[in-house]
């Protein structure tokens, strides 16, 4: 992710309402892709441009049930938010919140414990390797923060996360999870989708316990510059995985 390609605000924050779907269908489409956990993770979008405004999931709503009218509309810049009848999960407050303040460039804003990039998350080195077209994707795109220290709901939590995201797109959490970032809903999605696919390749190949056949840095590069040219895909996606979604 660099600044500049991510500075103007996704075309779907033109439409609102457009957003709010995109991103109630993100939550519903990881359910069925076995990634939702109980009634818990975050999804976020920002509405304004400096990432102060952003509509973020409400407190303990199954993934499943999520509809673009349910998504709560905030400002980080709101200490009372906590204290309201509506108040969302702290740990999402604290984190999504200083997210999108710090990093007003990250439009979306996914985390979720999806199975294989938890597990990786959870390897005493959890570097992602490059050994495959998935795993080069996301050469140079990851960033790591492996100080671990329990659920998430300081502020000091969320800054530190912003530090660690620096400017990637992909931040692994050690004993934790994952958080992508992206332009769009569907970048967004797409990464997360084939981040957990490159994240069970290297979990399989480990499982293995044969040596790894690790791409040079030149060919991982050339691999990660080479998935440019099929950002389309994202959109496209996302679009088939939404026409599949039962109505709510």
């Known amino acids: 992710m660099s600044t500049a390609s991510l500075h ?7 439409d609102p309402a457009a957003l709010r779907r995109d991103l109630a269908a993100a939550f519903r489409i990881c359910h069925q892709m076995g990634w939702s956990e109980s009634v818990g993770n975050h999804f976020s979008a920002a509405v304004s441009e400096d990432g102060v405004r952003f509509l973020l999931n409400p407190r303990w709503q199954h993934f499943a049930t ?15 938010v906590l204290d309201g009848p509506d108040a969302p999960d702290a740990s999402a407050w604290c984190v999504h919140g200083t997210l999108h303040r710090k990093k007003p460039e990250a439009k979306v804003i996914l985390h979720c414990h999806s199975p294989y990039a938890t597990a ?6 959890p570097t992602v390797v490059p050994i495959d077209n998935n795993t080069a994707r996301f050469y140079g795109r990851t960033a790591y923060d492996l100080d671990f220290g329990g659920i998430a709901d300081a502020e000091e939590e969320g800054e530190r996360l912003a530090d660690s995201l620096g400017d990637k797109s992909v931040l692994v959490m ?3 999870g994952v958080t992508v970032v992206g332009e769009t809903v569907a970048d967004a999605y797409e990464d997360l989708y084939f ?8 979990i ?35 679009d088939f995985l939404k026409s599949q979604l039962p109505k709510l």
């Open 66 to 80: 999520i509809r673009s009218e349910d998504l709560l509309l905030l400002d980080s810049g709101d200490e009372t």
């Open 174 to 176: 050690g004993n934790h």
């Open 120 to 125: 990786l998350s959870c390897l005493a080195d």
């Open 204 to 238: 399989l190949a480990r499982s293995s316990g044969e040596k790894l056949s690790v791409l040079s840095d030149a060919v991982a590069q050339n691999t990660a510059d080479g998935w440019r040219a099929y950002r389309g895909m994202a959109a496209r996606h996302f």
């Open 8 to 14: 103007s605000l996704p075309e779907t924050a033109t």
């Open 195 to 202: 981040f957990e696919k490159a994240a069970q390749t290297l």
